[in-house]
């Protein structure tokens, strides 16, 4: 598996922070974010269950340009 780094969310101090990559080969994206908090979690499973091998994460909405870049680099759109 190669991951393409996209960004690192550009108000943190660059450790620990979320992360967004893109999987070219399985055409994933891979986030890392905050952990959901409980009632952030139990608002989702209103609209269905969550399998043990899933999660809610949270990223702040100023990663958005990140999200977009990485569609981009998914779709083939954009050359890194």
């Known amino acids: 598996m190669a991951l393409t780094f996209i960004a690192k ?3 943190t101090d660059g ?3 979320p992360t967004v990559w893109v999987d070219q080969e399985k055409q994933e994206f891979v986030i ?3 952990k959901a908090d409980d009632a952030t979690t139990a608002e989702c499973l209103t609209t269905g269950p969550i399998p043990d091998s899933e ?3 949270r990223l ?3 990663m ?3 999200l977009k870049e990485a569609i981009d680099v998914a779709e083939g759109t954009r050359v890194r």
């Open 60 to 62: 702040p909405v100023r």
């Open 15 to 17: 450790a620990n922070c």
């Open 32 to 34: 890392q974010g905050w």
């Open 55 to 57: 999660t809610v994460l």
């Open 64 to 66: 958005a340009a990140a």
């Open 9 to 11: 969310d550009p108000n």
